[in-house]
Structure formats: structure tokens, C-alpha cells
């Protein structure tokens, strides 16, 4: 069982780091900057972008300054942003009492416009040490989401708790979505989309 338990770890740290990896060169460049950022044109760039560089926004003459003053790093254009859109079924696992092995049905109905959208997650089967208070409570009623896409990536909050939300984060490999509960003990939750069902005449 204790393989079980480092698998579902290392499936939730892998997810959280595939945001984004610097190379070694890269690291070596930014350690040999005695300061965080290259010039005062470079500060006023990353105030005015937020950090949140979109490739998009960056004029020609962000490019040209950048050149000259030597700021270092790659553009890397975002990804398409993935649309969630549909319903999605499949199961979770978890970790319960003495590290046994839980298991559940799972469903989630997600509608996107843009980066942003909306759903309901269901799960069931959940009472086991890392599933939160706020999912075990709903039961069959499901919890209500709201969500951020960037790239293939999706944070989604829950929006119909009392206190703190409850956050997971998704992300969609091929036709699958795959998923899991920050903050908590692993929980893994795995769905495929159904198909759209054409209308019968």
C-alpha cells in the first residue's frame, strides 16, 4: 500500500509542475543577475504585464528594448486555451483509514466561454480523509465550480461552500481529463468526455 501512496503523491507533484520548467542554462543565466530584474524598462514591463506575460501583448518595441538591454529568458508562446466544455465521467481514488485504497465514481458537467466557465462536480463515495467536508456534505447533490483555463490547465474553485473553497486542478491529456484536490491528501480523479449525442428525429 505504500507504493499506492507515493504513486498518488507523485501523479499530484507532477501535475502541479508541469506548468512550466526552466533549462539549466536558463537558471544559470537568471542566477547571474545580481537583481531580479535587468533594467528599470524591465520592471516597468513585468509591473505592467502582471507577471502574466501574454505573447500577444508584447509590442515590437518590448522586443526591441529587450534586445538591447540584454533581458534574458525565452518567449514561449501560451498554448491554445483547451476548451472544457462537456460532460465528463469516470472515477477518483483516494487514500482512507490505514492508508486502504478508496475509490468512487465521479462526474463533471463543465460549460466555457473563453478562459473562463462554470460546472458541477459530483462524486461519490466520499468518505475518506481526503476528499473535503464540503464534497462528503454535498453527497448526491454535487458542488458547484467555477473555473480559469490556461492552456491545457484549469483551476476550478468551488462557489456554493461556506468557508475557504475547496480548489482542484485539471488538466486535459488527450481525450481525458485528470485531476486533483490542492491542499488536500492525494485524490486523483480521472474522467473522459462523453459524446455529444446528435438529436433523434
Keep these: 500500500m505504500d507504493s499506492l501512496r507515493w504513486w498518488l503523491l507523485l501523479l499530484a507533484a507532477v501535475m502541479f509542475s508541469m506548468s512550466g520548467c526552466a533549462s539549466k542554462d536558463q537558471w544559470d543565466a537568471w ?50 486555451t483547451a476548451d472544457f466544455t462537456g460532460n465528463w465521467v469516470g472515477s477518483w481514488k483516494g487514500l482512507g483509514l490505514f492508508d486502504s485504497l478508496r475509490t468512487g465514481d465521479a462526474r463533471l458537467s463543465l460549460m466555457q466561454s473563453g478562459i473562463l466557465g462554470a460546472g458541477h462536480l459530483y462524486m461519490d463515495n ?7 467536508w464540503s ?12 473555473y480559469r483555463v490556461r492552456g491545457a490547465d484549469a483551476e476550478m474553485r468551488q462557489v456554493d461552500g461556506a468557508g475557504a473553497p475547496t480548489i482542484l486542478a485539471f488538466t486535459m491529456v488527450d481525450d481525458r481529463l485528470v485531476g486533483t484536490i490542492v491542499g488536500g491528501a492525494p485524490v486523483v480523479i480521472t474522467l473522459t468526455k462523453m459524446p455529444v449525442q446528435s438529436a433523434g428525429r
Design 31 to 80: 542566477a547571474s543577475h545580481p537583481a531580479h530584474y535587468a533594467s528599470a524598462n524591465h520592471w516597468e514591463f513585468s509591473q505592467r504585464t502582471g507577471g502574466d506575460i501574454d505573447p500577444r501583448i508584447i509590442t515590437p518595441a518590448d522586443q526591441a528594448v529587450a534586445a538591447k538591454e540584454g533581458w534574458w529568458g525565452d518567449l514561449v508562446p501560451l498554448a491554445p
Design 126 to 132: 466520499t468518505i475518506v480523509a481526503g476528499v473535503p
Design 135 to 146: 464534497i462528503r456534505y454535498a453527497g448526491s447533490n454535487g458542488v458547484r465550480l467555477g
